[in-house]
Structure formats: C-alpha cells, structure tokens
C-alpha cells in the first residue's frame, strides 16, 4: 500500500499562486509515477499533471500548462504542484494519485489516491 496526503489547499485571490504538496509514506515512492487531479463541484474529476518516477518528464493539460508545474521530491518522499496565476476556474478539490511505473494521464491508470485537498479562488 502507498498511503498519500495532500496540503497546501486554501483560499486565494485570482493571479495569486498557491503549491500543493503530497506526502506519500509506505512503498517506494521513486518507484511510481505521481499524478494530480481535480474535481470541482458537480463536474468530473480531470488530469492536471503528471510526473514520472525521476522527474525527467512530465505531462500537463492544457488548462495547466504554463501556470502550473509538478515536480517531485525522492528524498522527501513528496510531489509538488505549483500553481501560479490562478483563476476562479481553478477551484476544486486537487486530488493526488499514483502509478506503479508508467506515467498514465488516465484516472482509471491510477492504483493510489489521497484524500484530496480543497483550492479555492475568488475573483
């Protein structure tokens, strides 16, 4: 099992940024491909981002690229997501999951899910 906790969710201007964290603890973090998530009210959760097991490549949705970055600690057994000129459209509850091996951008890919942490932007 891989146990995965988000923070660093909050409440935040438009423009403003904000950096997600996730604490993962249990199996060998460096061995899974990280990914995050979000699902706002009412709406299916979608990809964000993903990273693979060294942090040498990454993918991204349209709606993150160029504001958002993932990246990944080994050592602190932590992946971030830096968030930067946020919007309204933004909010949602970020969700961060993980991947034995392969970087997938498919919810259904994933094997490990956290419990999630709540982003809200106001206009």
């Known amino acids: 099992q891989l146990q995965l906790v988000e923070s660093g969710g909050g409440l935040v201007q438009g423009g403003g940024s904000l950096r997600l964290s996730c604490a993962a603890s249990?199996?060998?973090?460096?061995?899974?491909?990280m990914g995050w998530f979000r699902q706002a009210p009412g709406k299916e959760r979608v990809f964000v981002a993903a990273?693979?097991?060294?942090?040498?490549?990454?993918y991204y949705a349209d709606s993150a690229k160029g504001r958002f970055t993932i990246s990944r600690d080994n050592a602190k057994n932590t992946v971030y997501l830096q968030m930067n000129s946020l919007k309204p459209e933004d909010t949602a509850v970020y969700y961060c999951?993980?991947?034995?091996?392969?970087?997938?951008?498919?919810?259904?890919?994933?094997?490990?899910w956290g419990q999630g942490t709540q982003v809200t932007v106001s206009s």
């Open positions: 999951a993980a991947n034995y091996g392969v970087v997938p951008t498919k919810m259904y890919e994933y094997d490990y």
């Open positions: 249990g199996r060998t973090f460096s061995s899974y491909a």
């Open positions: 990273i693979n097991w060294s942090g040498g490549t990454t």
